[in-house]
């Protein structure tokens, strides 16, 4: 399986813009970009998903590079509600049907 | 409001006594999957279930059982626990009409087995 890279923990300031960043250098063709988080205290919940073309939703923007070995999940405006683990996930589309395989994840820290 | 409920939320047990982790969601999803979470190791499928009466194992199934006899609930069962157990358990579903829709989560179960 393709694996992910994250890093360990950023931080960022109240009402200002978050890049999260994700390295996927080995992924394939047919594996889809997924972010998911994780509140304090709750179960994960979806973020967003993409395959090759930059993806927006309610929630965040996700940007993906051109030959797709990196990808960073943009959030336009942090509240302290976005303080979250946010993982990076790969899915292959022939076999990603089972499972959400979760790596570490990037604690993300807002300061008020 | 559309939802996965879990219960109980908190449970200390001891090994050996069979426990149930009730897992029930009402968004009419045919799939529906159990995981659990350990510092370090991140989150791990134990079991999933495709639809009604289709159960499959995940990544760590020894010492589970799991049970789809309704659409809406998936029971997770622990016959005899240990204290290998000891963990926090989440229980997911989505609609099965495509592998890429999003994945709903329970709140948690956080297991204590003494």
């Known amino acids: 399986d393709a694996k992910t890279t994250q890093p360990n923990s950023m931080e960022s300031n109240e009402e200002e813009p978050v890049h999260l960043p994700c390295n996927h250098s080995t992924i394939s063709g047919t594996d889809y970009i997924h972010w998911y988080r994780q509140l304090p205290s709750q179960g994960p919940e979806y973020v967003i998903h993409g395959l090759t073309s930059n993806v927006n939703n309610r929630m965040a923007s996700l940007a993906i590079a051109e030959d797709r070995k990196s990808s960073t999940l943009i959030l336009h405006r942090a509240t302290l509600r976005d303080a979250a683990v946010y993982y990076c996930?790969?899915?292959?589309?022939?076999?990603?049907?089972?499972?959400?395989?979760f790596g570490q994840g990037t604690r993300l820290t807002i300061n008020p | 409001e559309a939802q996965v409920t879990q219960n109980p939320r908190y449970l200390i047990t001891v090994t050996g006594k069979k426990l149930t982790v009730t897992c029930s969601q009402n968004m009419n999803h045919e799939y529906m999957s159990w995981y659990r979470q350990d510092p370090g190791l991140g989150l791990r499928q134990i079991y999933y279930s495709m639809n009604v009466e289709v159960t499959d194992k995940g990544d760590v199934p020894e010492g589970y059982k799991v049970s789809r006899k309704e659409k809406r609930n998936f029971p997770l069962i622990l016959e005899s626990p240990s204290p290998n157990q000891t963990s926090l358990y989440f229980c997911a579903s989505r609609n099965g009409q495509g592998i890429f829709n999003e994945q709903f989560f329970g709140p948690g179960t956080r297991l204590t087995v003494l």
């Open positions: 996930i790969l899915r292959d589309v022939y076999q990603g049907a089972q499972k959400l395989v």
